[in-house]
């Protein structure tokens, strides 16, 4: 079965420097993958969404890149701040009816 | 203000209790759909809807049911069939499939007695 892989340790790092979190993904294919912030007890928020045929996608202060090769996506945030502290979900699709999320890396980004 | 909204945001029920979530959105969408997230877990697909009047199970289904009558409206019903019911149920739409931006509701937190 399909598995999705993000880690379950929280990535603690300090203000202004880059975070970079992972999502690993073994027995799938997926045409595309999107990037989800979520608060604690909040529905989760849209970030980004990148295609199996594109290598990188960029928004603002956040970038992402999807090697197919590697079956792994890099979620980064640059000039990170307190307030991008947040659990942070991958999801995986191709189809309606197979489309997986990660259980999410907790960011906490300290002043 | 466009948006999708749920109901109740809180909710208790005894054991052996069929409840219904409500889930409603003004935002001109064709998908809709339910997922459930457990502590420290990723959100997982009970049910989606492309279209007014069908739905399709996704990887959790049993033990829920569905309906999809209007394009505003996609309820969920937990019945009593749901061995473990407690968790926090959200419901998402998008503009036509996955690959859209799926806007969620903020969610309920179904607590079983």
């Known amino acids: 079965s399909q598995k999705i892989e993000q880690n379950s340790e929280a990535l603690n790092i300090q203000e202004g420097k880059t975070a970079t979190l992972t999502c690993n993904y073994t027995?799938?294919?997926?045409?595309?993958l999107q990037w989800y912030r979520q608060d604690p007890g909040r529905a989760p928020v849209f970030l980004l969404l990148i295609r199996e045929n594109e290598k990188e996608k960029r928004k603002e202060r956040l970038k992402v890149t999807f090697d197919t090769t590697l079956k792994q996506s890099l979620f980064h945030i640059t000039a990170s701040q307190p307030a991008d502290s947040a659990t942070y979900l991958c999801a995986l699709g191709a189809n309606f009816n197979k489309f997986y999320f990660g259980s999410g890396t907790k960011l906490n980004v300290k002043p | 203000d466009g948006g999708i909204t749920q109901s109740p945001k809180y909710l208790f029920r005894k054991e052996g209790q069929n409840v219904t979530l409500s889930c409603e959105q003004n935002l001109n969408h064709d998908a809709m759909y339910w997922y459930r997230q457990d502590p420290g877990q990723g959100l997982r697909l009970i049910y989606y809807?492309?279209?007014?009047?069908?739905?399709q199970k996704g990887d959790i289904a049993e033990g829920y049911s569905v309906s999809r009558e209007k394009k505003e409206s996609f309820p969920l019903t937990v019945t009593s069939a749901q061995k473990n019911p407690t968790a926090f149920y959200l419901c998402?739409?998008?503009?036509?499939?996955?690959?859209?931006?799926?806007?969620f509701g903020p969610g309920t937190r179904l607590t079983v007695l």
């Open positions: 027995n799938y294919s997926p045409a595309y």
């Open positions: 809807s492309q279209i007014v009047n069908d739905f």
């Open positions: 998402a739409s998008s503009i036509r499939g996955q690959t859209d931006t799926q806007y």
